[in-house]
Antibody, heavy 122, light 108 residues
Framework: EVRLVDSGGGFVQPGGSLRLFCATS????????MTWVRQTPGRGLEWVSS????????FYAESVKGRFSVSRDNSRGSFEMQMIDLRVDDTAKYFC????????????????WGQGVQVTVS | DIQMTQSPSSLSASIGDRVTITCRAS??????LNWYRQQSGKAPEHLIH???SLQVGVAPRFRGTGSGTDFTLTITSLQREDFATYYC??????????FGQGTTVDIK
């Protein structure tokens, strides 16, 4: 069974930092790209960042570019997002998600999701 | 970047109703269009990829159609668990892969 467990959210002041983690199991992790998606009541779902299966290609939304950084540990089946210089409008529930297509550089629909972690910047 | 626009933003329906949601891309995306359902308080779940291919385990009452810039999600007979919010998302080319703003289906 595919399983993704998010952790690391919390409360932080503007300008602060947080690191989010996603632990996975149940699939060959290194074959799948991974993605972070966030959600606020007012803005719905927002794609934030994706990382390739090998971890050598990353993509970021313009709103977080230069402040968020994703990485993965294929030996542990985990990936994380370091967030710095956090802003009030980064407040959201953050989900990690798994690509539905296998292949190191395959980015597609998201067919497995974590439960989400709340990040509050205030 | 490609933008995704859904309509309507909300609708009211009854169990057994046929419901249609539309999604428009700001430029052609072939059939690289995905649909998700998000029940209240839960993570999104993947329903359809490739505009019309049902994810394994998804009920056949969900149907996706379209190509290019215009897409639809139809629920042929609404069930209780379908009162939720639906999102489209493109996966054409490389990320970013934005979502539509969502369509909430509530009980009439």
């Amino acid at each position: 069974e595919v399983r993704l467990v998010d952790s690391g959210g919390g409360f932080v002041q503007p300008g602060g930092s947080l690191r989010l983690f996603c632990a996975t199991s149940g699939f060959p992790f290194n074959f799948y790209s991974m993605t972070w998606v966030r959600q606020t009541p007012g803005r719905g779902l927002e794609w934030v960042s994706s990382i390739s299966g090998r971890g050598d290609t990353t993509f970021y939304a313009e709103s977080v570019k230069g402040r968020f950084s994703v990485s993965r540990d294929n030996s542990r089946g985990s990936f994380e997002m370091q967030m710095i210089d956090l802003r009030v409008d980064d407040t959201a529930k953050y989900f990690c998600a798994k690509s539905s297509c296998s292949g190191a550089d395959c980015f597609s629909a998201l067919d497995g999701w974590g439960q989400g972690v709340q990040v509050t910047v205030s | 970047d490609i933008q995704m626009t859904q309509s309507p933003s909300s609708l009211s329906a009854s169990i057994g109703d046929r419901v249609t949601i539309t999604c428009r891309a700001s430029q052609p995306i072939g059939t690289y269009l995905n649909w998700y359902r998000q029940q209240s308080g839960k993570a999104p779940e993947h329903l359809i990829h490739g505009a019309s291919s049902l994810q394994v385990g998804v009920a056949p009452r969900f149907r996706g159609t379209g190509s290019g810039t215009d897409f639809t999600l139809t629920i042929t007979s609404l069930q209780r668990e379908d009162f939720a919010t639906y999102y489209c998302q493109h996966s054409y080319g490389e990320p970013p892969f934005p979502f539509g703003q969502g369509t909430t289906v509530d009980i009439k």
